[in-house]
Nanobody, 128 residues
Framework: QVQLVESGGGLVQAGGSLRLSCAAS????????MGWFRQAPGKEREILAA????????YYAESVKGRFTISRDNAKNTVYLQMNSLKPEDTAVYSC?????????????????????WGQGTQVTVSS
């Protein structure tokens, strides 16, 4: 059974930083691409960042490019999202996800449809 557990969310002032972690279990973590998403109240789920199996290729949404960094530690079965220069509009529930099947060592899954397993999410609130 695949399980993803996010941590690291919380309340932070605008301009501050947070580091989210996503611990995975139940499958060979290093064999799949991973991604971070968020969903704010009344809005659709938005992909923020994704990373290939290899860890060498990444994708970022324009809304977070230059501020957020995705990384992974396959030995620890963990993917991270370093978030800097946070803004009030970054307030949302942040979730990690793993693709349902591997599309390649260097492939970066960018569509929510490519992910089959999701964590419960962690709340990030940025105050102005």
């Amino acid at each position: 059974q695949v399980q993803l557990v996010e941590s690291g969310g919380g309340l932070v002032q605008a301009g501050g930083s947070l580091r989210l972690s996503c611990a995975a279990s139940g499958r060979t973590f290093s064999s799949y691409g991973m991604g971070w998403f968020r969903q704010a109240p009344g809005k659709e789920r938005e992909i923020l960042a994704a990373i290939s199996r290899s860890g060498s290729r990444t994708y970022y949404a324009e809304s977070v490019k230059g501020r957020f960094t995705i990384s992974r530690d396959n030995a620890k079965n963990t993917v991270y999202l370093q978030m800097n220069s946070l803004k009030p509009e970054d307030t949302a529930v942040y979730s990690c996800a793993v693709e349902g099947y591997s599309r390649g060592y260097y492939y970066v899954p960018r569509s929510p449809n490519e992910y089959d397993y999701w964590g419960q999410g962690t709340q990030v609130t940025v105050s102005s």
